[in-house]
């Protein structure tokens, strides 16, 4: 290349430089405004903060358009104008920048004082200070090393500068959220390393399938696995004795408390109080909704998104290579977990159809239901309904949610209703009726059975307590137990609706205690003394945790200043989510102190949570919830986003319901959070309302994978955390994902089982460790200050 060319080329650098800085950080900021009302504030509070800092932005601001004039002077002295060329590569643009105004703030005389940027400034310095590979050389393997391009070795710098007060101001916010998130996760026992399932000596029963596939020797085994539902025996189950070293009661809060016997005072575990929550959550919201810890946290999250682009661009096509290398495992033989579907929902229309039909030609004669004083059998509803087995079809049927729902919770429900009847509803999909649940259990049979066959499919059913009376639980647990739905490939959680309001209006209950009381004494009286009631105690074992449900869309209405306690609460309104919320936190964390200390399996929050409705819910289920269920509300609280990545907080996403009731599939935050490194996972939701196939996870992934254009890779990736965040026993997690998958980074992947490379884990542990460092660093600036 002669001198001319060079000149050409630096000069067309020189007038291309500046716009093309304009263009990288635009569309990201043009892009999110499309679907995101909140996106117009941040870019009003960059500019804001921009216009607020004394002059040292307005350095730099004119150093970005003038370098590159400047340094093409220099390059050309220096002769070293390829590096230059690569570098200024309009793809890696956005990383560069940082680095170039650094490097001229040393050169030139004028800008000197930048040394210390602006906060808005250093919020877009990205890079890892010391990658973590170098830290430990044993981890040092080839093939986990990931291209990030030509990087400047100027990370050190972010660590040596005196920060502003306003990055350690921010810094410290983020670290003071992520403190009191601990705090109510480890106090309430949440924390996969605190379950005793999760230890080494935990029995499952039934015993795990064998495995058909021997890794050492490369060739499968020939093995018979007969089903859970055969082999369990409920007189096989040991069921302890009582505990006479704890009791329970309730406190002033109206919470379930723990205390040794005998000494009210001398509590399991000192729980937040009602008032301390509302103290913690009104900070946290203060904090989320302040305008430059907003505009940092979007910045953050813009970069980190800009990092992905890099990472996938440079490294594709070593992590197809390396998927293709691995032998035998590819996206349908790893395993997943269906992190959220409502049971009365897991089966398909067409399934539904089948079934209804099935027993009307063989069970018409079976009485099914009591109505209006008289046991009705079902030849005769279908009578009352004008109806005949050949008239039936889906488009009868009429349980697809697609066009009539969106943003009609209240539609929704009713398509629970097959025919748009709910005497069908309770005939068929419940577990509490005349005929005791036995059609729902057979049809919840067939779709095990049909998991089970696929067998690397999982499913972490939802299923209702209503808090209406005392009684549900063990009705719920017989049900479980007497029919044996059993099964390695699901496990439940138990959802509460909330619906207090109209219970109240229907005189069930007189307060919200009544609801509190009607769900929790059952649990506490199993964990007290197993054996009172014995099949609750069996069912529980199978049971991950608890989910709030409802239509989040109704306005939480802030009628008191202070809210009363659940047996004050005699007002017809419902109580707010964040109220329901506490009330599941508290007592659960009682519960799970005492279960732990005997050795029983503990609880989680897992509520659906972001779906609709005030973003406050997120904060809220940050504090309280082990994760949530849908949160694409998190795109419009970027700050809250960036806690629930920091802190890997386990999201079930369901695109496609949600495509059906609050936002369009192309608008769905889930490309976006998966790029950032948030914890994502892929969820059905609803299959009978959503799903058209037998395999309705797989419709979801491949729904996924053709609009978001997911890789294989992406794929494995999505289903390995759908495993991780899921609430299978530890040594079950072993055997499908690798037996030191609780461990950080690369060590805790086993690409053999899990088909994801080794550098696409070390670039997601890598991005995290360093957003942590820093935090940590920064926040520890004002420890200091405030020491001094
Ligand atoms: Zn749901």
Redesign the pocket.
Known sequence: MDADKVNTNLSDLSLEAAPSHDDVTNPGLLVDREDNLDASDDVANQMELQLSNDGSDNNISSMNANFSYHESQKLIQNNSKHIAVDEHDVNSAILEQPRHASNLSTESPTTKKSRTLSASAQHTIPEPPRPLWNKEPKVKKETTLYKMGMLAEDAEQQFSEDPSPELIDLYSKVQECRDLRTKYQTLSVQNDNQNPKNKPDWKVYPYPPKPSYNADTKTVVPVFNKPDVEVFDFNQCEIPGIDEEWDFGSNGDDSYIVHKAGNPDDLIADIPTLRDYYRDLDKMIGISSDGPAKSFAFRRLQYLEARWNLYYLLNEYQETSVSKRNPHRDFYNVRKVDT???HSACMNQKHLLRFIKYKLRHSAEEKVIFRDGQLLTLEEVFRSLNLTGYDLSIDTLDMHAHKDTFHRFDKFNLKYNPIGESRLREIFLKTNNYIRGSYLAEITQQVISDLENSKYQNCEY?ISIYGRSLDEWDKLAAWVIDNKIISHNVRWLI?IPRLYDIYKKTGIVQNFNDVCKNIFQPLFEVTKDPRSHPKLHVFLQRVIGF?S?DDESKVDRRFHRKYPKPSLWEADQNPPYSYYLYYLYSSVASLNQWRAKRGFNTLVLRP?CG?AGDPEHLVSAYMLAHGI??GILLRKVPFVQYLYYLDQVGIAM?PL?NNALFLTYDKNPFPRYFKRGLNVSLST??PLQFSYTREPLIEEYSVAAQIYKLSNVDMCELARNSVLQSGWEAQIKQHWVGKDFYKEGVEGNDVVKTNVPDIRINYRYDTLSTELELVHHFATFSRHAVEI
Request: glycine residues 0%; charged residues 35%.
């Open positions: 959220h579907v409502h939802r959802q989910d449900v659906h779906e269920s849908h369901s319901s939701d609803d």
